[in-house]
């Protein structure tokens, strides 16, 4: 396996801000990309005779062919803007490297986001790492929530029995016979989807047993000849913006709001979640269907809806 140049500096708390930044990127890069070649602080004479400064030099293989690609680190308290970005690029071409990364922990500018957009081998960027909180982005993904939420529909004879029942599927109570147990209806439900049984999409029925179940009713046992419980689940979709509260990756800006995209470019992963919060979330938008999700989802979480256990 290939070996990282990066070394840290002697006593971290003694670096100033942008080494310690650099560094922070430095090995965000080699933890994404562990079989690249990570060089921090190169000095390489480009075609023009100048020798260059290079802030993270990464060198890597597709298929037969080497790569190499330049990060530029800007720690800086306002947007990086265009010259800045312009002068990259000319690093860039100067040094033929293959591919120019901005890393910038304060933004662009639009001005500097278009300029990238037309060189097409720059990408401006920024980290997700929050074991360094103060080089961080904070991001919150687009995620879609369904919520499966059975309908009930009980039918029992003698019909006399129907009348004394709630229509409330937890208020009709259940004892199995050989075990002893009582259980409401909504609970003995669960149990069937907990146990495999029964399936959360479509329709179905369930037979009760008279033999192994009886009704509770008023304190007393009344046995049934017939109990059919047909049931249908009806989903609901939620959408909302998930908080990631762990996690490491590289980020791609697109614009000057801060919309992201995963960058992904020689083995670079993009992005690894340890952690999210969901009940964290702002909002959920209800939507009817999945066709009104405002954007494609990130994450899908689904859900039985259960008022009692």
Same mark, same amino acid.
């Not at 396996?1 to 006593?11: A, K, N, T, Y």
């Not at 907990?194 to 046995?223: F, K, R, Y």
């Given at each position: 396996?290939?070996?990282?140049?990066?070394?840290?500096?002697?006593?971290e708390?003694?670096?100033?801000d942008?080494?310690?930044?650099?560094?922070?990127?430095?090995?965000?890069? !080699?933890?994404?990309?562990?079989?690249?070649?990570?060089?921090?602080?190169?000095?390489?004479?480009?075609?023009?005779?100048?020798?260059?400064?290079?802030?993270?030099?990464?060198?890597?293989?597709?298929?037969?062919?080497?790569?190499?690609?330049?990060?530029?680190?800007?720690?800086?308290?306002?947007p990086? &803007?265009?010259?800045e970005?312009?002068?990259?690029?000319?690093?860039? &071409? &100067?040094?033929?490297a293959?591919?120019?990364?901005?890393?910038?922990?304060?933004?662009?500018?639009?001005g500097?986001?278009?300029?990238?957009? &037309?060189?097409g081998?720059?990408?401006?960027?920024?980290i997700?790492d929050?074991?360094?909180?103060?080089f961080?982005?904070?991001?919150?993904?687009?995620?879609?929530?369904e919520?499966?939420?059975?309908?009930?529909?009980?039918?029992?004879?003698?019909?006399?029995?129907?009348?004394?029942?709630?229509?409330?599927?937890?208020a009709?109570?259940?004892?199995?016979?050989?075990?002893?147990?009582?259980?409401?209806?909504?609970?003995?439900?669960?149990?069937?989807?907990?146990?495999?049984?029964?399936?959360?999409?479509?329709?179905?029925?369930?037979?009760?047993?008279?033999?192994?179940? !009886?009704?509770?009713?008023?304190?007393?046992?009344?046995?049934?000849?017939?109990?059919?419980?047909?049931?249908?689940? @009806?989903s609901?979709?939620?959408?909302?913006?998930?908080?990631?509260?762990?996690?490491?990756?590289?980020?791609?800006?697109?614009?000057?709001?801060?919309?992201?995209t995963?960058?992904?470019?020689?083995? @670079?992963?993009g992005?690894?979640?340890?952690?999210?919060?969901?009940?964290?979330?702002?909002?959920?938008? @209800?939507c009817?269907?999945?066709?009104?999700?405002? @954007?494609?989802?990130?994450?899908?979480?689904?859900?039985?809806?259960?008022?009692?256990?």
């Open positions: 396996m290939r070996q990282s140049s990066i070394f840290r500096l002697v006593g708390r003694k670096m100033k942008h080494q310690l930044f650099e560094v922070v990127v430095a090995e965000l890069h !080699q933890f994404l990309s562990p079989s690249s070649l990570i060089k921090q602080n190169q000095k390489i004479q480009g075609r023009s005779g100048v020798v260059r400064q290079i802030d993270i030099l990464i060198e890597d293989n597709s298929g037969v062919y080497p790569i190499k690609i330049v990060v530029d680190c800007k720690h800086y308290k306002t990086v &803007d265009i010259k970005v312009e002068a990259v690029w000319m690093l860039v &071409d &100067d040094v033929r293959n591919l120019g990364i901005v890393i910038s922990d304060a933004g662009f500018t639009e500097a986001l278009k300029r990238a957009r &037309d060189i081998l720059l990408k401006l960027c920024t997700l929050l074991q360094h909180k103060n961080s982005v904070k991001i919150a993904l687009p995620a879609v929530m919520k499966a939420e059975p309908l009930l529909n009980i039918s029992v004879s003698p019909s006399r029995l129907s009348r004394l029942l709630t229509s409330e599927p937890e009709i109570i259940l004892k199995n016979l050989k075990t002893g147990q009582q259980t409401n209806l909504y609970q003995f439900f669960h149990r069937k989807i907990l146990e495999g049984e029964i399936g959360t999409e479509g329709t179905g029925l369930i037979h009760l047993a008279a033999d192994e179940w !009886q009704l509770v009713l008023s304190e007393s046992l009344v046995a049934f000849s017939s109990f059919k419980i047909n049931y249908r689940f @009806v609901r979709f939620y959408f909302g913006m998930v908080p990631v509260i762990e996690g490491r990756g590289i980020l791609e800006i697109l614009n000057a709001q801060k919309i992201y995963q960058v992904n470019f020689l083995r @670079v992963k992005l690894i979640l340890e952690a999210i919060n969901i009940v964290e979330t702002e909002k959920w938008e @209800v009817g269907s999945l066709e009104e999700i405002p @954007v494609p989802a990130f994450l899908n979480v689904g859900y039985i809806s259960w008022d009692n256990e």
